[in-house]
């Protein structure tokens, strides 16, 4: 098993920025491809962006290319989500996750391990 502890959530004014992280135990953290989804008030939870094992490739959402970077630390367990520029629309809880196979995917269906979220608020 897999468990994952998201960090870093809070309120900040549009444009402002904010650095989300996400603790890793109980599996070796490398094997795994990590993703952060999001779900917004009264929406679906979606895809954010996701990070390859060794974090040599990464895929981000269109409406957040250019303003979010995933990165991860293989050494320290962790991925981590840094935010910049943000929008009132990137309101929603972020979600950390967790996939066993190798190749990135998008959808949530295909992770395995899920944390419990942490509040991202963009006041406008």
């Given at each position: ?11 900040v ?62 050494d ?5 989500l840094?935010?910049?520029s ?16 190798i ?10 391990y ?11």
């Amino acid at each position: 098993q897999v468990q994952l502890v998201e960090s870093g959530g809070g309120l900040v004014q549009a444009g402002g920025s904010l650095r989300l992280s996400c603790e890793a135990s109980g599996r070796t953290f490398s094997s795994l491809v990590m993703g952060w989804f999001r779900r917004a008030p009264g929406k679906e939870r979606e895809f954010v962006a996701a990070i390859s094992r060794s974090g040599s490739v990464t895929r981000y959402v269109d409406s957040v290319k250019g303003r979010f970077s995933i990165s991860r630390d293989n050494d320290k367990n962790t991925v981590t989500l840094q935010m910049n520029s943000l929008k009132p629309e990137d309101t929603a809880v972020y979600y950390c996750a967790g996939r066993q196979k190798i190749v990135i995917e998008f959808a949530e269906s295909e992770y395995d391990y899920w944390g419990r979220g942490t509040q991202v608020t963009v006041s406008s």
